[in-house]
């Protein structure tokens, strides 16, 4: 094992990536709860239950294929932002069935295994500014962020100017304003895994005030995997449409840019970087999108690598050995199927909110001051939770940064592939939005 694992020349050992790997879970522990209650959302028709051993379960095995093919101490569970995208712009937004939702992630999922194995993935992430990637990140962080404020009744919708502020001294709301203070303060002590202990603090005292159900046990036998196990099989032939088309794209361009960023991020951390380039890369792309195969098939969005990870490597991890804790516990986890019931909107709210402040963080790097690149930038950010749609977002951005850039005489700096993305997404915009 030790040898595997190179031990020896990462300097590390089986204490160190135990530590590294249970720190590692601690930090993204919040998905368990949070993903659940984003999928199964009312109007989704989506069973929490069973998404949340799908989360578990696609969490674990995802981790695992990381750890043991690829050996990074990278952690995988499915992505904040892109179960938003399923849920309110997939599901909720377009009036997608659920289970024609996943048939387009697992087809994403496909595709991606395809793109990696042939080398044209970096070719696609290439083409594509840096400058749009760090937008899409910081715009889905405000979206999330959005619609935690909104889930927890911070922020209410106001016939007179669309949105208000709600009233905070109502029982939910004033235990989400507390979670997300509480919160904060964690994380700005250093506390690693401060977004999954904010959400314990809060669902316990939301339990003392009576504004969360106390749950009927901690420790339960594992819930049915029936009602979203290969929903997305039977769903397959709705997906070659225009309008899933674009779903599609946008599941892969987000864990393109989500996946790249998590992988080359966390690698720097821990010092694995060889000549600025990631050793095995194309063993770490191919473990990702196999992870989304296997959670589409399960019954949950798009399982990416998670950038929590970098907690881990923080605390010693530098081989696949950590990852691989870190999805036993994640198995270990499906037993507490019952503190199901504690996470309300109010418990998950904060996290939300904070994570969107984490990914916001992406702002500083654009270059605001290059007004051909600031324009769609910026319209990429704001259209995200103003249209309450990261594919519309996402859309608006990559058809206004061919039209900045030939207008500032950019035109030879311009990729054919955004030409294209340019074409597909005005007729996404003109027909199906």
Same mark, same amino acid.
């Given at each position: ?62 981790? $695992?294929?990381? @750890? +043991? /093919?690829?050996?990074?101490? !990278?952690?995988?569970?499915? =992505? #904040? ?5 399923? *849920? ?102 250093? $506390?690693?895994? @401060? +977004? /999954?202990?904010?959400?314990? !603090?809060?669902?316990?005292? =939301? #339990? ?5 159900? *106390? ?112 999805? !036993? ?105």
């Amino acid at each position: 094992m030790r040898k595997y694992f190179e031990f020896d020349q990462l300097g590390t050992n089986y204490r160190t990536e135990t530590v590294a790997g249970i720190t590692t879970f601690l930090a993204m522990a919040y998905i368990l709860f949070v993903n659940p209650d984003m999928l199964a959302a009312e109007g989704t028709g989506m069973d929490k239950d069973a998404v949340f051993v799908a989360t578990a379960l696609a969490a674990a095995i995802g981790t $695992l294929i990381m @750890g +043991v /093919f690829a050996k990074y101490p !990278i952690a995988l569970a499915p =992505g #904040m932002g892109l179960n938003a995208f399923f *849920t309110y712009t997939v599901v909720l937004g377009h009036g997608i069935p659920w289970e024609t939702a996943l048939a387009g992630v697992f087809v994403s999922g496909v595709i991606f295994i395809l793109l990696t194995l042939t080398g044209i993935r970096e070719k696609v992430i290439n083409a594509i500014p840096p400058v749009l990637k760090m937008a899409v990140g910081a715009g889905i962080g405000l979206f999330i962020a959005f619609i935690g404020f909104q889930n927890s009744g911070i922020i209410i919708a106001d016939p007179s100017t669309m949105v208000a502020l709600g009233d905070l001294t109502t029982g939910p709301t004033l235990l989400a304003v507390f979670g997300v203070i509480i919160t904060v303060i964690l994380l700005a002590l250093g $506390l690693k895994g @401060g +977004v /999954f202990y904010g959400m314990i !603090i809060t669902a316990i005292v =939301g #339990m003392i005030f009576s504004q969360v159900p *106390t749950p009927d046990g901690i420790v339960a036998p594992v819930p049915s995997m029936a009602p979203t196990f290969g929903a997305a099989f039977a769903h397959i032939g709705e997906v070659f449409t225009l309008e899933m088309l674009v779903v599609i794209l946008t599941f892969l361009f987000v864990d393109f840019f989500d996946t790249a960023g998590t992988l080359v991020a966390v690698a720097s951390k821990a010092g694995l970087l060889k000549d600025n380039k990631l050793p095995r890369a194309g063993k770490a792309l191919f473990s990702d999108s196999a992870a989304t195969v296997v959670g589409a098939t399960l019954g949950t969005s798009t399982t990416t690598s998670y950038v929590e990870s970098a907690t881990g490597v923080g605390a010693g991890g530098r081989s696949g050995f950590a990852s691989v804790v870190t999805a !036993i516990l994640f198995i270990l986890a499906l037993f507490f199927s019952p503190l199901l019931g504690v996470v309300t909107s109010a418990v998950t709210a904060p996290a939300l909110i904070i994570v969107g402040v984490l990914m916001a963080s992406s702002l500083k790097d654009i270059p605001w001051d290059e007004f051909d690149v600031a324009v769609p930038a910026f319209l990429t950010v704001v259209t995200m939770p103003l249209a309450y749609s990261i594919a519309t977002g996402i859309a608006v951005g990559f058809i206004f940064y061919p039209i900045t850039m030939v207008a500032k005489g950019k035109a030879k700096e311009v990729n054919p592939v955004m030409w294209c993305l340019f074409v597909i997404f005005v007729l996404y915009l003109a027909f199906l939005n």
